[in-house]
């Protein structure tokens, strides 16, 4: 919450327990973004609803959570440090209380900055874990008289064809040792430039923006000094989160591309932001910049709504109250 003034390590909390809660609630709707935004050639999916329907079917239901676990454990630092960061540089921009539009976007844009050291790591895991499953659904699968092997007929007590192994899975683990021993840590930053042009824009946009739709009703009473209840932050929190992502979707679209280290048949492969984007426009149109921008603003929209809802709740404030009642006792 903006109007009140919460410690540090309140928010520090308060933010991870947002970031927990909302990525539980809409992983799915962000892998089927990541396989949408990636496709070039051949098209697996037609849409959100094809693909989660098709990842549950061939993957199971836990398909959906395909590097979920490499979100949950970076999510945390992530949001803490994005809505933590937001607070502070409001706090040190005001004056007398008030905050002009000027000093809430370069607050914005300081809380986007400052989080990019850990979200472009944990983006580069996350989406090649993700992408998995669509580029396994592009391979061709064997058909019995492929595989049959050729000559006689095995006899009775000879063992059956040993069927091919299906492909690995990769693990995060396994991925961040093999960028370390070939490109050193500057490959769990690949894209870190396209990272930081896409939440520095959305930061400018989403938390002005929160700000005032949360602040309606109240300015015009003079009482701005109150907390807004809590369905106006939820509300704000959505409404806010969902036109800060589809603004930025192209910014995205170009950040997967470049951070998607394996590609599918016949798709293309980018030197660096412009090469990406003078690609995807010349093969695929502008239309293509607008890939998954309804799943992103159904994952931002909720995702946003709870850590305001998570700040008006004042999840932090309990913990640390909980925590000094436990060490006075």
């Known amino acids: 919450m903006a109007e009140k003034q919460v410690s540090l390590p309140a928010k520090l909390i308060n933010g991870g327990v947002a970031g927990l809660v909302g990525v539980t609630c809409v992983f799915p709707i962000d892998l089927a973004k990541t396989r949408l935004q990636n496709q070039q050639g051949v098209q697996v999916y037609k849409g959100m609803l094809d693909c989660l329907a098709k990842t549950v079917r061939s993957e199971g239901y836990f398909g959906c959570y395909r590097g979920a676990a490499v979100n949950l454990t970076l999510v945390t630092p992530e949001k803490a440090i994005k809505l933590a960061a937001n607070d502070v540089f409001r706090q040190k921009l005001s004056k007398d209380g008030k905050l002009p539009l000027w000093g809430e976007v370069l607050a914005g844009c300081g809380a986007g900055t400052c989080q990019v050291v850990v979200t472009t790591p944990m983006e580069m895991l996350k989406i090649q874990l993700q992408d998995a499953g669509r580029l396994a659904a ?166 946003f709504g709870i850590a305001q809802g998570v700040y008006f709740l004042g999840v932090g404030e309990t913990v640390q109250s909980l925590r000094f009642q436990y060490l006075m006792s």
């Open 138 to 303: 592009q391979r061709p699968v064997p058909t019995s008289a492929q595989t049959a092997a050729p000559g006689p007929a095995p006899s009775l007590v000879a063992p059956s064809p040993a069927r091919p192994a299906p492909p690995q899975r990769p693990s995060a683990t396994g991925i961040t040792l093999e960028l370390l021993k070939t490109r050193g840590l500057a490959g769990l930053y690949r894209g870190a430039g396209a990272t930081l042009m896409r939440d520095v824009p959305f930061s400018m946009i989403y938390f002005p923006l929160f700000a005032n739709l949360n602040a309606v009703g109240r300015d015009c009473q003079g009482d701005v000094q109150s907390r807004a209840p809590f369905w106006q932050s939820f509300i704000a929190g959505c409404t806010a989160g969902s036109i800060a992502a589809v603004a930025v979707t192209p910014l995205d679209v170009i950040k997967t591309r470049l951070q998607t280290l394996q590609k599918g048949e016949g798709e293309d492969t980018y030197r660096g932001i412009v090469d990406c984007t003078r690609r995807i426009m010349r093969r695929e149109g502008p239309s293509a910049f607008l890939k998954g921008a309804t799943c992103r603003a159904l994952v931002i929209a909720p995702l």
